[in-house]
């Protein structure tokens, strides 16, 4: 749980880590894995930390909570009839695949029920701040940076 809850973004190699030593230990048994636990905590005792993903996942708990049976915007409904084409089911869906994957192309659409949609307090899961200095939250963090300010 450390290394989801405590690191997570910040080194997402530390779940693969805990997870390798747990399975190694279990093949190898006591006393002999004893490094192998070692090593793993060693591991987290050094990654960066963020606990963005688990603030983020209590959030998410609590939005729908909050608003349990609010349904999804109209935009990400599949539309596999006609009528539900006519009303809007699926209108102006970005389809990542097609967009060669570019990180934003779905950039201005809410995909948070009405209720939520313009409660950005809310509704905001990662921050800069997130993460301790030095460390990237997740891969793609500075070019989405990059991708703000128009750089290239």
């Not at 998410?60 to 990400?76: T, Y």
């Not at 192309?105 to 997130?130: M, R, V, Y």
């Amino acid at each position: 749980r450390f290394a989801a809850e405590d690191v997570g973004l910040a080194d997402p190699g530390a779940l693969l880590q805990a997870t390798a030593a747990h399975r190694a230990t279990e093949k190898v048994g006591m006393p002999e894995c004893d490094v192998i636990l070692a090593q793993a905590v060693a591991y987290l005792a050094r990654a960066p930390k963020s606990t963005a993903v688990y603030r983020a996942y209590k959030a998410a708990k609590g939005l729908c909570k909050e608003a349990p049976a609010d349904p999804c915007p109209l935009h990400i409904r599949n539309a596999p009839t006609s009528l539900m084409k006519e009303l809007g089911y699926g209108k102006n869906y970005t389809y990542n695949p097609e967009n060669g994957y570019k990180r934003g192309c779905a950039e201005g659409l809410s995909f948070f029920p009405d209720s939520l949609s313009n409660n950005h307090d809310k509704t905001k899961i990662f921050d800069d701040g997130d993460v301790e200095d030095g460390h990237r939250l997740y891969p793609f963090a500075e070019d989405d940076k990059k991708r703000k300010s128009g750089e290239s």
